[in-house]
DNA sequence: CGACGATACTTTATGGCGTAAGGAGATGCA
DNA sequence: TGCATCTCCTTACGCCATAAAGTATCGTCG
């Protein structure tokens, strides 16, 4: 499921998340439940669930409501996981300062994003194209665009280049995630899923080596998969890909500047 | 929605992807359908209404037939987007030749890759995490393994790359693709849409410009939004963005190459 | 102090989804 | 001719978001 910037009223969502919000003395029973307390709620479930196990039912069950209480206090669906993403985009850093310079920082920022997609997969089912315009959202777009700034180089290159790394850094995240969920949800690790499939290849395109060489090179040198699935993603298979390719955009960054430095 | 390697009989889907399945004569009534009408008619619903409103029924409507008559040709909603996943694939070219060598290439496939997702919006949503191990996908990954080695890079090296050309490519359709659709979805284009935000930002952060100074700084230089929405992305708003980008991760493979030369 | 209106929360209902179960009718073969 | 097998249908279940309407509780005003 992709999830669009909320179908509510905007003034309402925005109000909530920049604190702007009064709550005075007013008729009827006391709240059971706040706003606030239905964010962290609703993270806590997508946290464990993802984003297909968030459900008003499920959010509403945890409080010991039903999933139209809930409505009470939020328009829609969709505004919810607008506040919880920006609420958790709160989780990180905003100051990076390395004796590496930006190279530095860029590397400590997209492991601080990569783990901290990891640990709140249903962020990437967050639609990219209109921002939820909150606090969090702003003060990460603030932090990657002091890092850099600090290359020197004009805006509109420095769009293409945050492109460049968050689409990367999503694109690793993503692509763990969406593993870890694969082997919770159906029981098979990875290594075990393709010891029962590539049998199978092997039956039904007998000319494999022959049609698709190029393939089979690629995959020289692979390490070993891990003995432990936990392990965090530093030690895990992903980690060497996602090293070596933050070190090509890195250097892909260097030339840029010296590019411009010349011309 | 993110869909995850079909739930059904792995040997069943095999079969057909790779073409290995025999039509004999058998009692009962005619076959009014095909596994491959319903393929092509599903991809006929995703392509228009996109991943969430592919349903059984809707495809099930367009063959003039109920939800369930399509589960006498396929055995689950998953393995039918498998099937669907590696047919469309099959659009993609399979052989590149520039006279710009390596750099040529990796440029026309990543723009050919672009328009693809930007054609077939839901083949984002499959998941990437296990293969659906179809003919059409190993030639795609045949391709681009035949690209990356003429860089003559080690495989472990042209791993992490094709980790960035990819997740780049499909990180910048995914932005285009959700901005299309939240246009459509909502009626609002995407420069109306921020002209009835922005003045709400305002008021809701009255102190933004001085909190957020190099996010405002991030902005300059934009170019003018098109006049027709409908335009491909060439001349699209995303372009300058996009080729940017893709020439600082060429300028980084680059920059690698010659590392490895001089280590 | 009693009535009124706003609020919190419930139940019920609508129209979607994937798909299990069972039944009707058509067809090839013994 | 009868039967096994196949296509396709209807019905049903348990999910989903949320609209509508009802009940109980409270602050406030007359």
Redesign the pocket.
Known sequence: MVVYAG?GDPRWSMDVMWGNRVSS?????????SVDLIIDTAIGVADVDGMS??????V?ERL??????L???VP???DLVDLMYDKVLGELPTGYRSERGWRGSVTSWAEDHLEFHLRHPWTLQVSQARPVLGPNEFATLETASGILHETGLRPPVLRGILGVVLHFVRGAARTEAEARSAAEETGVSDEDWWHSRSPLLVEVAPDFAARFPMAIKMEQDKPAPPDDPKKPYLESAMAESFATGLEVILDGIEATIEKAKAG
């Open positions: 179908q003395q007013r008729p009827g029973p006391k709240p059971g439940l196990g968030l459900s008003m039912r499920a509403g010991g409501r039903t999933a139209m209480a409505y009470t206090y829609t669906k969709g």
